[in-house]
């Protein structure tokens, strides 16, 4: 049977964790004297109430996870903590409906970016940050987190990592799980406060260099301005989040290697490396010439604009500085296209993955060696190494996993009545933790507050299913896992 004691005593500990994240906000909320400030103070007590229950409840529990605790426990503290994150925005007011509540805040956790507001810069201070916080947090995983700072707390931790972690090869920088997770947490805290840095340094006031630094390492998006980095009309901005995106959809891995290791030729020896870079650069260039020729774009702004929403949408980031919406529908495609890919495993982006991409490319061409060679062993090999076949399998199944559910969103929201391009891009947008889509009714520059209530519950799931990589949060509803044996 399930050790749900010791789920709910992990639970417990981390709501102390978002109490103490909510704090920070309400601190601020106090400072600016804004109206959200009692919010904080009510969700914060909340939040610590539901966290002191959940440590009742696993009281006296065994410090040790098995295989089947590690996915309930990853999949029910995303749940729960989007739950009690969704209680300042209810509290204050600002999204008095429980439905677009925990839509924003999901979206926020996960990391997809969508918004169901139709005027962010209504938001005070502390509420702004606390979406900004959400990304942030939810970049690299709530239990990942965790594991970095309390590597005590979540015994079996390789199991939880395996359960949270994104890409079909989970790369370790250390033989201790807990010193890879701190490792990982410092390059992803050190991109943040340089990201911040050079906001800062290309015009950006304090607080918006902060919340744009969090989501764009985040690969998020939240802004605190309607219009995005549109609203600051300046080319270092856009240049600089340009840098951050990508980084922050590089392998944290290959960028250990490359920062604190030296290993500089690793970095573009790197086949998962040159196919995202190499995406991005051919997606750039044909978009760009689509904005010059079909949309009288000067070739600098082409340049600027095609590759700034290239690496907004391959590295699932969605932030934007036009409205892609306005382009030829030949564009919609390559972005569709840099959507479902995603960048690398191993980083902050969502999407398919550029491994995955780079091992069905070395599967089907050793499919077609078989053909002329029967008996032929063909091993298939990324980056020197040997992908076992139960690697292979399990590719295929994400594949086809990934697809079928954004297939049966799609028909499930045409039935609700959104049309079929909105269907299709939103669909893919969430299963990738994208944000924005590619529709005229709901554009990169706008609200989602339109969809009806069914269809936010039904992409809510979508978003933590691909931020959890689809498994994680199937493997619950099969018979097996409740088997006893």
Same mark, same amino acid.
């Given at each position: 049977?399930?050790?749900?004691?010791?789920?709910?005593?992990?639970?417990?500990?981390?709501?102390?964790?978002?109490?103490?994240?909510?704090?920070?906000?309400?601190?601020?909320?106090?400072?600016?004297?804004?109206?959200?400030?009692?919010?904080?103070?009510?969700?914060?007590?909340?939040?610590?109430?539901?966290?002191?229950?959940?440590?009742?409840?696993?009281?006296?529990?065994?410090?040790?996870?098995?295989?089947?605790?590690?996915?309930?426990?990853?999949?029910?503290?995303?749940?729960?903590?989007?739950?009690?994150?969704?209680?300042?925005?209810?509290?204050?007011?600002?999204?008095?409906?429980?439905?677009?509540?925990?839509?924003?805040?999901?979206?926020?956790?996960?990391?997809?970016?969508?918004?169901?507001?139709?005027?962010?810069?209504?938001?005070?201070?502390?509420?702004?940050?606390?979406?900004?916080?959400?990304?942030?947090?939810?970049?690299?995983?709530?239990?990942?987190?965790?594991?970095?700072?309390?590597?005590?707390?979540?015994?079996?931790?390789?199991?939880?990592?395996?359960?949270?972690?994104?890409?079909?090869?989970?790369?370790?920088?250390?033989?201790?799980?807990?010193?890879?997770?701190?490792?990982?947490?410092?390059?992803?805290?050190?991109?943040?406060?340089?990201?911040?840095?050079?906001?800062?340094?290309?015009?950006?006031?304090?607080?918006?260099?902060?919340?744009?630094?969090?989501?764009?390492?985040?690969?998020?998006?939240?802004?605190?301005?309607?219009?995005?980095?549109?609203?600051?009309?300046? @080319?270092?901005?856009?240049?600089?989040? =340009? %840098?951050?995106?990508?980084?922050?959809? $590089?392998?944290?891995?290959? /960028?250990? #290697?490359?920062?604190?290791?030296?290993?500089?030729?690793?970095?573009?020896?790197?086949?998962?490396?040159?196919?995202?870079?190499?995406?991005?650069?051919?997606?750039?260039?044909?978009?760009?010439?689509?904005?010059?020729?079909?949309?009288?774009?000067?070739?600098?702004?082409?340049?600027?604009?095609?590759?700034?929403?290239?690496?907004?949408?391959?590295?699932?980031?969605?932030?934007?500085?036009?409205?892609?919406?306005?382009?030829?529908?030949?564009?919609?495609?390559?972005?569709?296209?840099?959507?479902?890919?995603?960048?690398?495993?191993?980083?902050?982006?969502?999407?398919?993955?550029?491994?995955?991409?780079?091992?069905?490319?070395?599967?089907?061409?050793?499919?077609?060696?078989?053909?002329?060679?029967?008996?032929?062993?063909? @091993?298939?090999?990324?980056?020197?190494? =040997? %992908?076992?076949?139960?690697?292979?399998? $399990?590719?295929?199944?994400? /594949?086809? #996993?990934?697809?079928?559910?954004?297939?049966?969103?799609?028909?499930?929201?045409?039935?609700?009545?959104?049309?079929?391009?909105?269907?299709?891009?939103?669909?893919?947008?969430?299963?990738?933790?994208?944000?924005?889509?590619?529709?005229?009714?709901?554009?990169?520059?706008?609200?989602?507050?339109?969809?009806?209530?069914?269809?936010?519950?039904?992409?809510?799931?979508?978003?933590?299913?691909?931020?959890?990589?689809?498994?994680?949060?199937?493997?619950?509803?099969?018979?097996?896992?409740?088997?006893?044996?």
């Amino acid at each position: 049977m399930v050790n749900f004691k010791v789920i709910y005593k992990i639970i417990g500990t981390l709501l102390f964790i978002e109490a103490a994240m909510m704090s920070i906000c309400m601190g601020l909320a106090l400072y600016t004297g804004d109206d959200d400030s009692l919010a904080f103070v009510i969700s914060v007590f909340l939040t610590l109430l539901g966290g002191l229950i959940f440590k009742y409840l696993g009281r006296e529990a065994e410090n040790s996870l098995g295989r089947r605790e590690a996915y309930l426990l990853v999949t029910l503290t995303w749940i729960i903590f989007s739950l009690f994150g969704a209680l300042p925005f209810l509290i204050s007011g600002y999204i008095p409906d429980f439905t677009n509540a925990y839509f924003e805040t999901i979206s926020g956790f996960t990391t997809t970016g969508c918004s169901i507001l139709d005027d962010v810069e209504n938001l005070p201070h502390g509420t702004l940050f606390w979406r900004t916080m959400t990304q942030w947090i939810g970049g690299l995983g709530i239990v990942f987190f965790t594991i970095a700072i309390i590597p005590s707390l979540v015994g079996g931790n390789v199991k939880v990592f395996s359960a949270e972690a994104t890409g079909p090869i989970r790369a370790k920088m250390h033989p201790r799980l807990s010193t890879t997770a701190k490792w990982i947490w410092s390059i992803y805290f050190l991109l943040t406060i340089s990201c911040a840095g050079c906001y800062y340094l290309a015009g950006m006031g304090i607080f918006d260099c902060l919340n744009y630094a969090m989501t764009t390492t985040a690969t998020g998006g939240f802004s605190t301005h309607n219009a995005s980095t549109g609203y600051f009309h300046n @080319p270092y901005i856009d240049y600089t989040a =340009i %840098v951050f995106m990508f980084l922050s959809g $590089t392998s944290f891995t290959l /960028l250990y #290697a490359t920062l604190f290791k030296g290993r500089f030729r690793q970095f573009f020896h790197n086949s998962e490396f040159r196919l995202y870079l190499s995406l991005v650069l051919i997606a750039s260039l044909l978009i760009a010439v689509f904005l010059m020729t079909g949309n009288d774009y000067q070739l600098a702004d082409a340049i600027r604009v095609s590759l700034f929403q290239v690496t907004s949408f391959i590295t699932t980031t969605g932030i934007f500085n036009d409205d892609a919406a306005q382009w030829h529908h030949t564009t919609w495609v390559i972005l569709s296209i840099c959507m479902f890919i995603g960048a690398s495993s191993g980083s902050t982006s969502g999407g398919f993955k550029c491994i995955r991409v780079v091992m069905v490319f070395k599967i089907l061409k050793n499919e077609f060696l078989r053909i002329l060679h029967p008996r032929a062993v063909l @091993p298939v090999r990324v980056n020197d190494s =040997i %992908v076992p076949y139960s690697a292979q399998v $399990t590719l295929l199944a994400f /594949l086809a #996993a990934y697809a079928g559910l954004c297939i049966f969103t799609y028909f499930c929201m045409i039935l609700m009545g959104v049309d079929s391009t909105n269907s299709i891009t939103i669909a893919l947008s969430c299963a990738g933790n994208v944000g924005p889509t590619l529709g005229l009714e709901i554009g990169p520059t706008m609200s989602w507050n339109i969809l009806p209530m069914g269809v936010k519950w039904l992409l809510s799931g979508l978003m933590l299913m691909g931020r959890l990589e689809v498994f994680t949060v199937l493997v619950l509803f099969t018979r097996a896992f409740w088997k006893e044996n």
